[in-house]
């Protein structure tokens, strides 16, 4: 029985499953890969061996952090799930529904920063909307929809990962969530933790894309056969990553605790906020699914482009269950889907740190 908490936050698998999955309008048979918890991009098969590839997310405008900060999340978040078929996006529409209160000088910075950071990863922008909205005071602005045409064959779904395949994670967990609570909370952070740690994480922050990283993926490996499928890291963090993609492909897992790449500057700041960084939103990391014979290829391969790359698990069969190693133990792994980042963030501003 779904409840309210059931929409707090990200929708939950059993919120997705009951209210919108039987309900997508017309079926067309060209949608290969239609909605699924767990799964980034839709795949339509548009003819002579040629897919489209298209996802959306929501555009983030955060007026105490800048435009700068606020247009790259906007951008590059579009852009990670995106790149989680293997390929990079082409083009990008905007809906921006703007609060009121942002100057116009704001909103020009703001818009000239989603223009460059598209330029940069080659995104036409072909259109969208553009208004402001009374009452509007959330840091979600509105939305956007990244688009690519590739070869069919190659492209990549995160619902693709098979039994027996190794779970690489790139660089570290809480990339995202942890630059945001530095940069939202500097006062406390340097008072706390010091300026070096706070001047990393704000640094960490421009590692929060996972484009390079799965397009390298795809140069080394055999597109659906030696890399079968990718994920990329957002709420929930790692191992909610990892949980949606083993829903996604209908797999179990086995997951090595100790393995999962913890950064020394997110564990002090995610331990200021007593919460696990393992959960927290990761922008940056990617999940990819490796046949075993490919994992150190690949492992050296992107160390050569200077990006971490840790075998982490192995995928299941379902019957296998869902499994953790931690502490000297062996458990089941249960993910309640509730990031807990969202709880600190707010819990933060409430009590007035700065």
């Excluded at 906020?273 to 994992?295: I, P, Y």
């Amino acid at each position: 029985m779904l409840t309210q908490n059931d929409l707090n936050g990200k929708i939950n698998s059993a919120a997705f499953k009951e209210v919108l999955l039987p309900n997508t309008g017309f079926k067309r048979d060209e949608v290969i890969v239609g909605p699924q918890f767990g799964v980034d991009n839709a795949v339509v098969d548009l003819g002579n061996k040629l897919g489209l590839v298209t996802s959306s997310d929501p555009t983030s405008l955060i007026p105490n952090l800048g435009p700068k900060i606020s247009a790259w999340m906007s951008v590059h978040l579009l852009a990670n799930d995106m790149a989680t078929s293997g390929f990079s996006p082409q083009y990008a529409q905007f809906v921006l529904n703007l609060p009121t209160t942002i100057s116009l000088s704001f909103f020009k910075e703001y818009w000239n920063y989603i223009h460059q950071f598209c330029k940069d990863i080659g995104v036409s922008i072909t259109g969208g909307h553009t208004g402001s909205i009374e009452g509007q005071n959330s840091t979600i602005s509105g939305g956007g929809t990244m688009f690519l045409t590739a070869p069919l064959e190659q492209i990549l779904s995160s619902k693709n990962a098979q039994p027996g395949d190794v779970i690489i994670v790139t660089k570290e967990a809480a990339l995202n969530s942890s630059s945001i609570l530095a940069m939202s909370f500097p006062e406390t952070i340097k008072e706390k933790l010091g300026d070096a740690i706070y001047d990393k994480a704000c640094a960490n922050f421009y590692q929060t894309s996972s484009l390079n990283e799965a397009l390298l993926a795809k140069e080394i490996l055999l597109p659906n056969e030696e890399l079968t499928a990718m994920h990329d890291v957002t709420e929930g963090g790692v191992l909610g990553a990892i949980y949606e993609m083993s829903q996604a492909s209908n797999c179990g897992f086995e997951i090595f605790d100790q393995q999962i790449p913890k950064g020394n500057v997110q564990s002090e700041i995610m331990d200021l906020f007593e919460v696990d960084q393992r959960f927290c939103v990761g922008a940056g990391s990617m999940l990819m699914s490796v046949k075993k014979n490919k994992v150190d290829e690949l492992i050296d391969f992107l160390a050569k482009n200077e990006i971490k790359a840790t075998a982490v698990g192995e995928f299941k069969t379902l019957d296998f269950g869902r499994k953790i190693h931690e502490n000297g133990k062996t458990k089941e792994f249960k993910f309640d889907g509730v990031d807990p980042y969202w709880g600190a963030f707010f819990k933060a501003l409430n009590n007035g740190l700065k």
